[in-house]
């Protein structure tokens, strides 16, 4: 008898018929740890991404205070949207570590929206594991979760009126998808083979935070944590290395 788990479902590819996309996550690394090689192939084929992150990442290195932190997180952020072809990379200016879910939250995504009016929306997963017993950090759901509700306020006239009046934002109701990286029930895929030498360099433009993680050389622990993920996918994917999301459509 052949065992299920020898022919796991397989992950559908995800639609290319898109042009402007605007991914959106809680902290420095979010991107670089979830899914920069299908940003780094989609910027290759043309495709316009931009990043917003709701916080500079201040309270992520623990020998370095929050003031001097979060300039750090920032530039090397910068740097490494650079590597995967990606300009456009604003923050919000949420408070690390205690980002809170609500209307706050929800009016400055879907600001951000309106401005880069994308086709797809990219997040992380907003669930509260990251399977079993593995637990989630508050920011990664509350920023998650208040991305996919963004996306529909985008769209919507009478919810954040005030986009319109003082900011001169029109709704924007042209997201097609909801695309979130880490899921624990991914549904599509992207080939991670032609970015995956780049997200590894991605990775480690952030190097004062990873030194801070590991005592594992850099290098070394970025590849191996990146192609691992990329390989597990795979068996998802007709054996190619992959990136996986879980879709949500519009």
Known sequence: MTDATDHPPQLAPMPDDWQRA?????????????CAAAIAGWTDGGKEIAYLLATRGEAGIDTL?????APLRER?????????????????????GVIEYGTALRR??????????????ITLN??????????????HRAVG????????????RWIFPELVEE?????????????????????HAVD????????????????????????????????????????TTAARFGGRPAVAFELFPR
Do not use: K, M
Request: glycine share 10%; hydrophobic share 40%; aromatic share 6%.
């Open 22 to 34: 605007l991914a959106v996550v809680a902290h420095p690394d979010d991107l670089e740890y979830g």
């Open 65 to 69: 205070p929050p003031a001097e932190a």
């Open 76 to 96: 090397e952020q910068r740097a490494s949207a650079a590597v995967v072809g990606v300009t456009a990379v604003e923050f919000l200016g949420h408070r690390d």
């Open 108 to 121: 400055d995504i879907a600001a951000a929206i309106r401005r880069h009016r994308p086709e797809l929306v």
């Open 126 to 139: 907003h669930r509260d594991t990251w399977g079993g017993t593995v637990w989630n950090t508050p920011d």
């Open 145 to 156: 979760r208040a991305t996919l509700d963004a996306a529909a306020d985008a769209g919507n």
């Open 167 to 187: 900011q001169g934002l029109e709704p924007w109701d042209g997201v097609r998808w909801v695309a979130v990286a880490g899921s624990t029930g991914p549904t």
């Open 192 to 231: 991670a083979g032609p970015g995956l030498e780049r997200s590894v360099a991605s990775l480690l433009e952030h190097r004062t935070y990873i030194e801070g993680l590991t005592d594992r050389n850099p290098e070394e622990y970025c590849r191996g944590f990146l192609t691992g993920i990329a390989e």
